[in-house]
């Protein structure tokens, strides 16, 4: 494997993928892949047929891939954890072929999620609790929030940094505890057109008290009411109910998430 | 346009490209579409698109992926 320094030997690679025929689960932008260089964390080999994409991380890399049908097998060089995410609709079979293709090369299925979305212009009613954006200040409260209630490795839990310009930017809004701390936070990755609610989490000893309402409805209003999008473990079946509860719909996408130890 | 019409149709059915004005912004074609689109695209047109044409605003509607083709035809 071989570490990409910068997006200009990036792009010329991903641009080699582009043709008919090519299957992907990398929907990154030019700047998540240059966040990933600027941090060093991005790996690549190339294969007749295929190019994997390593975002490295503490303790295991996610991966991104292109293969171009029929897939020809290729050994990834990589022998740490790894975690993959496929996500299609029923019409995408070249997605889940892929999701074939690489648990032969030894991935495991560990959950799968589905999306759920909610129709621009719907509000949902406030919980009891007042809801605020968070700012600078609650980057300690809400990075311990995110680190007690995602899993490492499967919870896409921001770094330092991407949380401090979230925060800086907007992106989170939380409700206080009595002690005036971040008890619960929702985490908002902003879109064109719509938005992704990344993380939703209340402190265990805050839970039950309407906080999930309160920032689900702060954060419709904070987003002009826009299409929201959030995935949900197909296990999570409180969640289910709680986005279901308040409008939320399937809309076809499903994911599968895949690992290799 | 015809040419692009059927292709879009084939690729992702049940959409009204010939009148969608916001594909991208709409959430109506995503991201992974694109990618779909584009390799059908170069195939059909027999044009090169790099991974820097992927912008939402050269596929939010039919006109601007013809846009797209044509500037790459030149």
């Not at chain 1, 891939?65 to 993959?84: I, K, N, S």
């Not at chain 1, 709680?242 to 409008?247: A, C, E, I």
């Not at chain 2, 695209?41 to 790099?50: A, C, K, N, Q, R």
Request: hydrophobic share 40%; aromatic share 6%.
């Amino acid at each position: 494997m071989k570490r990409i320094e910068c997006y200009e030997e990036l792009a010329p690679l991903l641009t080699a993928q582009l043709g008919r025929g090519v299957v992907t689960n990398a929907a990154l932008t030019p700047e998540d892949w240059r966040r990933e260089i600027a941090a060093g964390a991005l790996w690549r080999q190339s294969w007749e047929g295929g190019l994997a994409l390593l975002r490295r991380r503490a303790g295991h890399a996610v991966l991104n891939f292109y293969l171009r049908e029929p897939v020809v097998p290729g050994d990834l060089a990589w022998d740490g954890p790894t975690v993959l995410e496929i996500a299609a609709r029923p019409r995408d079979g070249g997605l889940l072929r892929a999701a074939d293709f690489w648990r032969g090369q030894g991935f495991q299925d560990l959950f799968r999620r589905e999306r759920l979305a909610l129709p621009k212009g719907t509000a949902v009613p406030s919980g009891p609790l007042a809801a605020r954006i968070a700012g600078a200040a609650d980057a300690g409260a809400v990075g311990t929030l995110l680190r007690e209630n995602f899993d490492p490795m499967t919870g896409c839990i921001p770094t330092e940094e991407e949380l401090a310009h979230d925060l800086e930017a907007g992106h989170v809004v939380c409700v206080d505890g009595p002690d005036g701390e971040a008890a619960g936070l929702l985490h908002i990755a902003p879109g064109r057109g719509s938005t992704q609610l990344r993380h939703l989490a209340v402190g265990e000893t805050h839970r039950r008290q309407g906080g999930a309402q309160s920032l689900l409805a702060r954060y419709l209003e904070h987003t002009g009411f826009a299409k929201s999008l959030v995935w949900v473990r197909t296990d999570n079946e409180p969640g289910r109910r709680f986005y279901t509860k308040n409008g939320y719909a399937p809309d076809g996408w499903a994911s599968a998430v895949l690992y290799r130890p | 346009m015809e040419q692009l019409l059927k292709i879009l149709n084939e690729t992702c059915p049940g959409i009204d490209f010939a009148h969608e004005t916001a594909l991208i912004d709409d959430g109506i074609l995503e991201s992974l579409d694109i990618v779909t689109i584009v390799g059908e695209i170069m195939d059909e047109f027999g044009v090169e698109l790099s991974v820097d044409d992927l912008l939402p605003e050269n596929f939010n509607s039919v006109q601007a992926m013809m846009a797209l083709i044509d500037s790459r035809r030149d």
